[in-house]
């Protein structure tokens, strides 16, 4: 039997302050709540006091972002799935933002060790006049410790129902994907970042927040491997391929500082459990 925990966070306006209620059963819950940049904004860290998922965990997470608040929800370190003997592991998040609500879904990176065996699926529900920036970094192996992901299986689904539908399985024998130009390209790092709204996004607002996550592309020692595209009228997606962790978190950094600066007037305060 493996570690079964159920989170849910209920995020309201209660003027001029974003207050948060929690309930948690099992291993998972958040810290004290942090306000870095005043009152309208909660500071989130989800932890799971374990330190990794394994085989037969099964991990819930249920947010609901009320009208008028804002949440950022991080983690203090990498989410590890290590290996199985034959259990999946499973971690769910399902997020409700509604109208004149903000989510920043910005966790640090997710590990897969060698004979991973998990699902992990994302799906966020924004009402008319919500707006996110989430993100996702996945990591293949321990390149440092020459601990390649060449056995295992883990699939993955980022959701924002009847606009964006992102599913994938990475299976650790299948060379053609991880190999190949058109798939990972020997690459052990996958970033995914997205600015979603409840509407379609103006055009001129759409195309600002393209050209500013492009320019920060072409600054970046990944531009060769990184890019930026509008897949829906609501949602705008920043992609890279990495061989470490680092560059492409850095990459990920600099877009969500200009997004939040165009879209939200808003200054970048990085949470402090981030990577300096």
């Not at 989410?79 to 199985?84: D, H, L, P, Q, V």
């Not at 650790?172 to 995914?192: F, H, I, K, M, Y």
């Not at 060769?224 to 997606?237: E, I, K, L, M, R």
């Amino acid at each position: 039997m493996g570690w079964h925990g159920h989170l849910k966070l209920n995020y309201r306006h209660q003027a001029p302050r974003t207050v948060v209620h929690d309930e948690h059963n099992g291993p998972l819950r958040i810290l004290q709540s942090l306000y870095p940049e005043g009152d309208a904004i909660c500071h989130n860290v989800l932890v799971h006091p374990p330190g990794g998922v394994v085989g037969g965990d099964v991990l819930q997470i249920s947010a609901h972002v009320g009208t008028g608040s804002h949440a950022l929800i991080t983690t203090p370190g990498a989410t590890r799935f290590y290996r199985s003997t034959g259990a999946l592991a499973q971690q769910m998040l399902t997020a409700q933002v509604a109208d004149g609500a903000r989510l920043e879904w910005l966790p640090l990176e997710t590990i897969l060790y060698r004979n991973t065996l998990a699902e992990n699926r994302m799906r966020f529900e924004l009402a008319p006049g919500a707006e996110m920036i989430g993100w996702d970094v996945l990591a293949l192996g321990l390149p440092a410790s020459n601990e390649r992901f060449d056995a295992g299986r883990y699939t993955q689904q980022i959701e924002l129902p009847g606009v964006w539908l992102e599913r994938g399985t990475i299976d650790g024998r299948d060379s053609r994907l991880l190999e190949s130009p058109l798939g990972w390209a020997g690459r052990s790092v996958l970033a995914t970042m997205w600015f979603a709204t409840g509407q379609a996004i103006t055009p001129v607002r759409r195309d600002a927040l393209l050209a500013t996550a492009r320019e920060a592309v072409d600054a970046h020692p990944l531009k060769a491997d990184a890019g930026c595209t509008a897949p829906h009228a609501d949602v705008v997606v920043v992609r890279a391929l990495a061989h470490r962790v680092e560059p492409a978190m850095g990459l990920l950094t600099e877009v969500w500082k200009r997004w939040r600066a165009l879209a939200w007037a808003l200054p970048a305060t990085p949470p402090r459990v981030w990577r300096t």
